[in-house]
């Protein structure tokens, strides 16, 4: 039966020893068909019947493993007819196996969409170039391995189906694997997923192989990587007594020994008291510092170093010592710098808690790491090729690298260091394309201190027509047109024929109507004066619940007071902004000098006190309750009958963006009465 399933998988084997060839695919041709590692050799991809028939530009790369572990790189295609496509290969010496993968756009062909044994992934078995009869050191085991998701060795993304094959046939090649290479080196790389598939497929049967496994791990003069092998094999195989006794035995020959740092993490995850937590994460970094030949122990025992770093870094931000990051630059990886870049200089800069000249150093050092994982590709992307790794980056942008570019051209521009502000954000334009007001409002002030005035009205229109723009923008765009025309008169026509149509109008989708009665109120003004809901009958009433303390908030408030602005002269529109959710004794005062200081004419009401526990917000937790929302900021459009038509929260980041979403719903609900 077995002999069976290796035909259907066209795979040969040799009475001789071991000698391997791969069919040839219908869709992928090698020349010459047999490859030994370190030789050129050529391939032609025909994409007929592929998702890719029919389409241009196609694109391949050629994942090879090497030195147990995959890699990427880029291949040169070049077009031969219709849907044929070619490219030559220059492998190593220590290359195993060769897996390719063809895209053109979003589709992709890897020769594995359907699960079916007599379909396989593109790929290339190498001969061993100090024995070519035999295939390349590794290339049977990793065959077997990779296209299975359970032991660590696939690469990720490849294969659509998360087992291709099962754990009989990865321990089949595993054994074959073995049986071919006698290297010490080989056998102790893939005991762990041979002993444990073995298990896995056979259950208490494979107990002699598993033995013999067990017996040569843990041999007279075994190396410490070979007894922590033998380790994982007793876990993985129900053994966990022995384990246990194994683990002793490596902890008292080894002081400094895996096992040691594994107690060392369970310490550390165990800890509650953050200042001990601190000191563990320190000692741990110290004792134990990061080590790729242990990334699969790591793995499968669960052992996160970015969480770690963070921990560590966050807990001595938290006194204020930013020179931490200092310390441990260099080992941040690309998830570490994002997450403690958010959590520190980001948070740091946006609630104005730290000057941006003390805040520069640590972002610029932050990005330049950044730019280094950029341009060398981390350990644990090694897989990817080239242009995959900058593909992934780029795409990956606008989540991860884009807020530490927006935040450092910000910091930049606070910090006085204005030529590097403004090269960040022409960099940062050509992926944002003016869909960012913040961006676009940094630009423009950039442009202006270094000398570029005669760019920014470029900038000006073309961050008005994603309605995108400032209210100092908008004041210059005004002033611009009154310069032009010697008059305001018109200027409003003029704006709006700035902006496109789809940027400008409202996504109606998004926000469904609401229909249900507010909750009434009764709460006072700046003045002490009380403002009830029922007072304000007959009239379109916008609400706008917002707090001091609230970023996003006080972000929104320009881009509110341009609608109040647009219906100063309407008396059926009347806008309340509610603070709420305060718990400081002068939060009045607070937001008395705050209106003051920004220049906001608006009607400001106080949320009434809670009736139990501490602080504002009373109306507000009704309101939370009777349309299920939570946090600010909340805006409600409410009609004159005293029904609330629309809600939107959060704040996407455009001024002028809001005050169009703002006016268009006001409309909207007039039409509805």
Known sequence: MLLKKVNFLFLFFSMAGISVALAQYK????????????????????????????????????????????????????????NKWSATINTEKNWALVAFKFMAGDSVDTNSGIKASFLTPYAQFL??????????????????????????????????????????????????????????????????????????????????KVRAVLNYLTRQGATQMDLLRAWQILKNTGQDLRADSLSNAIAIGYPDSYIAKLQAYKMFSAQKDQGKLRQLGEDF?????YDRAYREFDKANGIDYNRVYLTVILLQIGNNDFKVIDKYIDQMSY??????????????????????????PYSALMLKRMQTIKSNIPEEYQYFSPDEWLNFFNNAYIAGYAPMVLEHISICRGAGKFEEGLAYAKEAETFQQYKKESLNDDYVFLLNKTGHANEVNDVLIKSMYENQVSVPMLDMIKQNYIAKYKSDEGFDKYLQSLKNASASNLNKEELPIINKAMVNWTMTDLKGKK???????????????????????????????????????????????????????????????????????????????MLKGKGTGEVFSRVSKAFQISGVPLKLIIDKKGVVRYMTSGFKGSATELSDEISQLIELTKKQN
Request: with cysteine; net charge neutral.
């Open 335 to 360: 998830l570490t710098l994002i997450n403690v870049y958010y959590k520190t200089v980001q948070i740091a800069h946006h609630r104005k808690s730290v000057e941006d000249s003390y805040l520069y």
């Open 127 to 208: 001969r061993n170039p100090e024995d070519t009869a035999r295939t390349a050191k590794g290339a049977l085991a990793v065959w077997g391995l990779f296209r299975s998701s359970e032991y660590g060795f696939e690469i990720p993304e490849y294969l659509k189906q998360g087992k291709f094959v099962s754990d009989t046939v990865v321990s089949m090649y595993l054994q074959k694997e073995l049986e071919q290479n006698h290297q010490q080196e080989y056998k102790s790389a893939f005991a762990v997923p041979y002993a444990t598939s073995m298990y896995r497929a056979y259950g208490g049967s494979s107990a002699p």
């Open 531 to 609: 403002v009830s809901l029922a007072a304000l009958k007959g009239k379109t009433v916008v609400m706008d619940f917002w707090a001091t303390w609230c970023v996003p908030c006080k972000a929104s408030l320009p881009g509110m007071n341009l609608a109040v602005q647009r219906y100063k002269n309407d008396p059926s529109v009347v806008f309340y902004f509610v603070d709420t959710e305060e718990t400081e004794a002068d939060y009045k005062q607070q937001i008395q000098q705050y209106v003051k200081d920004n220049g906001y004419t608006f009607n400001v009401l106080f949320d009434n006190p």
């Open 285 to 289: 970094l110290a004792k134990f510092p």
């Open 27 to 82: 869709q992928l041709k090698t020349s010459p068909a047999t490859v030994i590692a370190g030789q050129r050799f050529d391939i032609t991809y025909d994409a007929s019947g592929t998702s890719l028939s029919g389409m241009s530009n196609v694109k391949g790369i050629a994942y090879y493993y090497a030195d147990f572990g995959w890699h990427g790189t880029d291949l040169k295609m070049s077009p031969i007819e219709k």
